[in-house]
């Protein structure tokens, strides 16, 4: 694979991951669930364990970078099976991710072009992400770094015209502080809705650990590396906590609009509700067009990292051998097709989002993110362990993560409480709710089944410190 990746790509990408439609449209859900205190508190809670991961990853990838990131910690450094079942699930997450971007992307669409064909708008849009991965991952580089430029733009904008209409200089009359003592503002709903929107968070958040899995083609990922992972935590909580503060000042959390927010139903987004009242007539139109830039940003990274995991498990033979082949210009090509095949058949079981084997496929994938970070938080916590068994020194590290073992430990709890959590409510009342259950919780046996067979098949066994392979960069 090739090294083409400069800083500002490796920068980009993480923050085009972490930033989506779950900053410009589900913000205002939780708000409205748990209040401006209770959803900054949520969202702060799990940056900090989303600070913790991505340092974990970035001492694993700065002395190991490669495509398969987590999925080869896990194998060298904990117990193969464990490497088989998170790159699988890592895999079919994104995948599935594409075809729920090409149902978001129709609608957006639609918002302009009503009548335009479902299935047009999702072959140009299977085109259009095709063809900025299949040329380099440089041409991927490049492209994200313009759709996340352009998120970051419009968040920049909104928390400067946010914080003049909270000064009284836009929009007209200042609220002042009287939305954060509103009713039960600005603590609602107790723990119970805490928890709620600690998965709302960890969903909005997921995504930054692409940056690892680039590791494996970044120019200088020793350097890179750590220098993209320094600054993107303040950066991404910066937006989400700034967001939040802003919208809490101008938006009461009892204001009903905050619970249509929709990819569908643009016009009730926080952002555009803010820009209307700040006489931007044109706001939704401008949210939808961000919007659209989201949705491509978020196709583009699906398909990328997807393809370089399914490369990463075929050269470990986890997966087919032909997936492991390189075009000339570094380009996992039979990976890159397959995963955009699969996107395809996905977005055809449904009837823009209402298909039954879609739904199905979508919670299957829903919980994949948090199973990955708990798998980051145990290949670092072992790798720590392996390092300094195997007679290292820390400072041989080229970048440390801070506060070991506090941190692993911290990310590993947090994530079995997001995941067993993860809908709570179908246990609780007179008769416990099967079939939520089953459809929450699809994504967790399905991993289960992974690691399991995998491991009563190829008899692997947990790795001791002792014993992992320690070794460096793999060419």
């Known amino acids: 694979m090739q090294r083409s990746l400069k800083p500002r790509h490796m920068v980009m990408i993480s923050i085009g991951g972490a930033i989506g439609t779950g900053l410009f449209v589900a913000t205002g859900s939780s708000l409205s669930t748990a209040g401006p205190g209770g959803a900054i508190v949520a969202y702060g809670i799990i940056g900090i364990m989303v600070y913790f991961l991505m340092t974990s990853l970035g001492e694993m990838a700065t002395h190991l970078p490669v495509a398969g990131s987590f999925e080869t910690y896990a194998t060298r450094y904990v117990d193969s099976a464990l490497g088989f079942a998170l790159g699988w699930n890592y895999w079919y997450n994104w995948a599935i991710t594409v075809a729920c971007e090409l149902v978001a992307g129709v609608i957006v669409i639609k918002f302009w072009l009503p009548d335009a064909s479902e299935l047009l708008i999702c072959v140009l849009f299977l085109a259009l992400l095709f063809g900025l991965n299949y040329y380099s991952a440089r041409s991927y580089g490049e492209s ?42 600005p603590f609602v709903g107790g723990w119970a809705s805490l928890v709620n929107i600690f998965m709302v968070a960890g969903f909005s958040f997921g995504g930054v650990e692409i940056v690892a899995v680039a590791a494996g083609e970044s120019e200088d990922p020793k350097k890179n590396v750590p220098k993209a992972i320094k600054t993107i ?27 249509k927010g929709d990819i569908d139903n643009v016009a009730v987004s926080p952002f555009t509700l803010i820009f209307e009242r700040a006489g931007l007539a044109a706001a ?51 990976s890159l097709l397959a995963t955009t095949a699969i996107g395809a058949v996905c977005f055809l079981t449904t009837k823009i989002g209402e298909g039954t084997v879609y739904a199905w496929l979508v919670n299957a994938a829903g919980l994949a993110g948090f199973i990955t970070w708990f798998g980051i938080a145990i290949c670092h916590y ?36 997001v995941i067993l ?31 399991v067979a995998y ?8 790795i001791k410190p002792e014993d992992a392979d320690l070794s460096g960069v793999e060419e």
């Open 284 to 334: 939704a139109s401008v949210m939808n067009a961000v919007i659209l830039t989201s949705i491509l940003s978020c196709g583009n990274s699906s398909l990328y990292v997807s393809s370089r995991m399914l490369y990463a498990l075929a050269r470990e033979g986890k997966a087919p051998k032909i997936f492991s082949r390189l075009n000339k210009r570094g380009v996992p090509v039979i």
């Open 382 to 417: 072992k790798f720590r362990k392996a390092f300094l068994a195997q007679g290292h020194d820390l400072s041989e590290l080229q970048f440390k993560a801070k506060f070991y073992p506090f941190g692993p430990i911290f990310a590993m709890a947090l994530c079995i409480i």
């Open 144 to 185: 994200e770094f313009w759709f996340a430029g352009i998120k970051v733009v419009t968040i920049i904008i909104f928390l400067v015209v946010g914080i003049l209409m909270i000064l009284g200089v836009l929009g007209g009359h200042s609220p002042g502080f009287s939305n954060w003592t509103l009713q039960d503002a």
């Open 421 to 451: 959590g993860q809908n709570y409510a179908a246990f609780l009342g007179g008769t416990i709710d099967w079939k939520g259950i089953l459809v929450s919780y699809i994504g967790l046996p399905l991993f289960l089944i992974l690691y």
């Open 233 to 259: 935590f303040w950066r991404i909580m910066l937006f989400y906590v700034g967001a939040i503060i802003v919208i809490g000042f101008l938006l009461p959390y009892t204001d009903p609009n905050l619970l």
């Open 455 to 462: 491991k009563i098949i190829k008899k692997t066994k947990i």
